[in-house]
């Protein structure tokens, strides 16, 4: 398992940055951040993504029960706003 470390989601196809700590240019399905392009760091792109209403990058794969919150709590981020 592969966890994205701005949004917590677990599905990505490689980890983030390899042992040499180069990007996967791996773009996660979840928050759609791009690991090696986007330059905002990830609590920037979390910010952004939460206020937008965290939308899926790929709604196609998003789980029917998915929680934001709990999702976020996995990386250890507690949300200080409800969920939309
Ligand atoms: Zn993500």
Do not use: H
């Not at 701005?6 to 759609?32: K, M």
């Not at 905002?40 to 790929?58: A, M, V």
């Amino acid at each position: 398992m592969n966890s994205c470390p701005v949004c917590g989601y677990d599905g990505l196809n490689a980890p983030p940055f390899d042992e040499e700590g180069n990007p996967s240019y791996d773009i996660c399905n979840c928050c759609g951040y791009e690991f090696g392009f986007d330059e905002e760091n990830f609590d920037e792109y979390r910010l952004k993504w939460l206020t937008s209403g965290t939308k899926w990058f790929n709604p196609k794969v998003q789980p029917k029960d998915w929680i934001a919150s709990e999702q976020l709590l996995k990386i250890g981020v507690r949300l200080d706003i409800p969920d939309a």
